[in-house]
């Protein structure tokens, strides 16, 4: 359950440095 949220997160960071 908590690894959903953990993967959402990693994933919004990695959009985020993609985008920098």
Do not use: P
């Not at 359950?1 to 920098?20: G, H, L, P």
């Amino acid at each position: 359950v908590e690894r959903s949220a953990q993967q959402r997160a990693c994933r919004s960071i990695y959009r985020m440095v993609s985008i920098a």
